[in-house]
Structures are given as structure tokens and as C-alpha cells.
DNA sequence: AATTTCATGTAACCAGTTACATGATTCA
DNA sequence: TGAATCATGTAACTGGTTACATGAAATT
């Protein structure tokens, strides 16, 4: 079986931040440091390895920039297989185990597909989004109705903040689904 | 530079455990595979070297249970190191990075502190929670603020469901705080 | 002149993943 | 008899962490 490419969440975001514009290393990390997506690892230790697996992997080509002074920078753009790999990506199917385990990378999707999917691809993403996400919640009230009645108050909040989380993520997925079906009637998506 | 002995999340989830019941590998594999505790891994390859390490740095001991048989059981309970150990974790204070970084954590430790140092320090690591939460609530918020005008709707979106979410957080922990701090007068009321 | 920022990296370490492996016991 | 469950582990791999290292350019 052959590896996915963009294995990590943090590959993902990479890929997605140089398909926007082409960037350097330090553009990179600089973005992850100063912005919402600080959530990832701005270290160079995190950054630099990714860029040259990606690399390596042919999903972004790296030039050198003002190659004769003394600092020069690589910067990467996304290449054809690059585009390709994140598209394949991010119109994968929202399973189960994602909105379990991987609810930043699905973030990260939403926001990349808008970019560079359109609205259409975006509105999908969200259906399968809620729907996967009302499922789990399901399950979730399952735990909770199946606790047994002298159990200690704590780990029945901690389960309360799991449910009210996840029902807070499909109110949310409606609300933009709402937003972006009406404000779309006159339509401008993102080109190839 | 001595290194924190419970590094891991993984590793907290299974001291905590522990510390509730004796449990053998399996018996924590049974767990997480089958109750909300599921954010953690049930593998093998993860659950084994863990203990180990647990073992290793003496806050958990084991001992073999059904020993003649052919089928003994390793069962692994608190030491006095690790009680402590736990303690540390838990009256730990709560910071910035945690809320951006390790909700998981901090909704183990609450869980946790919970059962075992009780409601008074539950509520207090409930206060600091929320004001860290709010911090970060108007960190966000000044992101948004700074977002420029022509920005694509789907960056926008993004955050505010990172805003909606660290909301939903303090405000689940404001009503945990309500009811435990009611519940205790009566000293037998539940929440609604 | 000193500090900060730009810019790139490496090395040792740690922990988790997948997949594999073994063998007893219980139950259909 | 064969499947599921009990019970414990290992090995190779992956990727992220911390800390270290270098040096030019811009700012104060």
C-alpha cells in the first residue's frame, strides 16, 4: 500500500498555506506564529523536515530567491502533483474517526477547500461535516445514558463538555451552510 | 534539567486511571476502546511501553495476579511516588499554551482532580480555566478584528469556530462551577 | 555597538502508529 | 473445531520536541 503524502496534519496545513501563495520557510513559520494558525508548531525542528518531505515527495518545487546576495531564500510554490494531492485530500469523505481524532485537520480542510474549491465543494464538505458529527453526538448520549446512576458528578460534566463540543460544531457547520447558500446566489468561486 | 515523569497526555490519562482501580494493560486497552475516554489509543504499541514507563520511573507497580496459571495477569496499581506524581499534575496551574494546545489535557485533569483531591479544588481549577479561556477569547477576537476587509469568508469562518468553541468552553465551565458550588450547601443537590 | 530580525538548518530524543507475533481460554 | 476474547508484547517507522548552531542584515 503506498503512503499517502500529505501524511500529517501539519503537511496540510503547509500545502495549503503554499498553494495560497508560494512561500519560504520563515514565511511559514511566521504565519503559524503570529496568526490563528498557531496551533501548529512554528519550531524550525517541525517546519523545515516538512518542507523537504513535501519536497522530496514532489508536491511543492523550491527556487532559490535572490540567489546571488548573501542570504538568500528557497521559496516553494505547489506543484501540478502538489495541487493534485491536496485536492485529492480534500474532497476525501468526512469519516467517523476524523471528527474523533482529527477535528483541526477537518478545520483546516473547510478552510483550504473554500479557497480553493469554491462554494460548491465547501457546502458538501459541511453536509457530511454535520452529518458525521450529529452521528457522533449520538453515540456520545448513548456514554452518557449508559452511566450508572451513582457514578461521581466529574466524569459526567467531562462527558457534558465532550457533547456540548460536539454539538457546537454541527451548530456551527449549519450556521456557515446557512450563510454560504444565501449570501451564493450571485456566485464567485475559486478558479483552477 | 530534570524531566517531568507524566509527560505524555497518554500517560496521564493512564496514571488517573489507575489511580481510580488497579487495572492490568488490558484492562486500560478495554477502556479507552470502549468509553468516551476513546480520544486515547488502545494500541498495544502504545499502552505497553507506556506502562513501562510508568513502572520505570516508580509511580506505578505491578504486580502478577493469577500467577500459577497459564494465563497471569499483570496488575498495575498507584505507588506513593505516583499519587504525588498525579497531585503535581493536577493543582498544576493553568496556562495559556494549555488551553491553546492541550484542551484534552486540562479536561483529563479536571475529571481527575475531581475524583480524587475532590470539590474545592475542583472549583478552583475551574476558575483559572475560565479566566485563561476568556484571555484567549479576546486574543481571538482581536485577530478577527484585524482580519482585512477583503478577506475570503472561509478564513472568517474558520475562526469564529474557533471562537465558538473556546466560548462553549468557558461557559461549560461556568455552569460545572453553578452546580458544584449549589450542590455542595444542600450537599445533596444535583443540577438540573 | 548591540540587539533584533531574517533565514536556514541539524542532532538527540521521545512517543505514538501500524503491523506483526504468540499462545491460552472460552464459547458457539 | 474454529472463532472470539483474554493478555502481552516487539519492531520498524514516522514525525514532532527541545535545544543548539550559524551568520547576515536591519534597527536602535
Known sequence: MKKEPTGSTLSLAILGLIAQAPCSGYDVRKVFATTPMGHFSASPGAIYPALKRLEKDGLIGGTVDRAQTLRPRQVYSLTAKGRKALCDVLVRPVRREDVIWHMDQLMLRFVFIGNTLGRKATCDFLKEFVREVEAYVVELQGHMGRFPPDTPPYARL??????HSYRMNA?????????????????KGAEA
Do not use: T
Open 158 to 163: 467531562g462527558l457534558q463538555h465532550g457533547l
Open 171 to 187: 451548530q456551527w457547520a449549519r450556521r456557515a451552510l446557512r450563510g454560504l447558500q444565501e449570501g451564493s446566489e450571485g456566485d
